[in-house]
């Protein structure tokens, strides 16, 4: 569907919003300039402004206080953080700073999976590599997911798990890269899991990042 021109200006406002945002360096609590400074520092009419400001409030991006003004709200819900991820990772070093925490986080997950993964785990990775061989491309990577998935969870730490869900899913949509392992990896690292080389296994990791970087 095609971007209508009235959406384009919308766009377009709610990025110099966010420009002023990184200039004035304000921060969460911090008060935004008013309506009318805003309708000057971004050449728009006021009721463009206004509508702006609504549909951020409305996200929970800001709230409004009445006699005092509009304030910048915590980033405290799974709405809040994906649309200011879609402005934060336009400029490449964001999008580096987000690969290199994903990796940091499965690193972490990782080396506790080692230590807490259980039998069903087990069984259930040793089942995704096997769907790996002789399927259709998209069903490898499927399985690809998958496996990763499971490796992440059975570390049993529910907030890494999360994280590693928000960061992969905006790498995904926004670097439009395909995040998960490959085939040939997630072999590699089964036989390291299942043998508990935790060291090898992180190093295994950090060369494929490495790789992933490169490209």
């Known amino acids: 569907m095609s971007v209508q021109p ?7 406002i709610l990025k110099k919003l966010r420009s002023i945002i990184v200039e004035d360096e304000l921060q ?14 971004l050449s728009v009419g006021r009721s463009s402004v206004r509508e702006a400001l609504r549909a951020l409030e409305l996200l929970g991006l800001i709230e409004t206080r009445r006699g005092e003004g509009t304030f910048i709200r915590e980033a405290t819900g799974h709405r809040l953080v994906e649309v200011l991820a879609s402005f934060i990772l336009n400029d490449e ?9 994903r990796h940091i986080v499965i690193k972490d997950c990782v080396e506790l ?11 259930k990775l040793e089942e995704l590599i096997d769907r790996m061989k002789d ?20 570390c049993n730490n529910h907030l890494l798990y999360r994280l590693y869900v928000e960061l992969t899913g905006y790498g995904s949509s926004l670097l439009r890269t395909n995040s998960h392992w490959p085939p040939e990896m997630c072999v590699e690292v089964m036989e390291l899991f299942q043998q508990k ?6 190093d295994l990791l950090s060369k494929q990042n490495d790789a992933v970087h490169r490209i």
């Open 28 to 41: 969460a609590g911090d008060k935004l300039p008013s309506e009318r400074e805003l309708t000057d520092r």
């Open 93 to 101: 070093k964001a999008r580096t700073d987000l690969q290199e925490t």
């Open 135 to 154: 399927a259709s491309v998209d069903k490898i990577n499927l399985a690809c997911k998958q496996f990763e998935k499971v490796i992440i969870q059975s």
């Open 6 to 12: 009235t959406e384009k200006v919308y766009i377009e």
């Open 113 to 123: 999976a080692i230590m807490r993964c259980t039998s069903a785990e087990k069984n």
């Open 197 to 202: 080389k935790a060291k090898e296994l992180t």
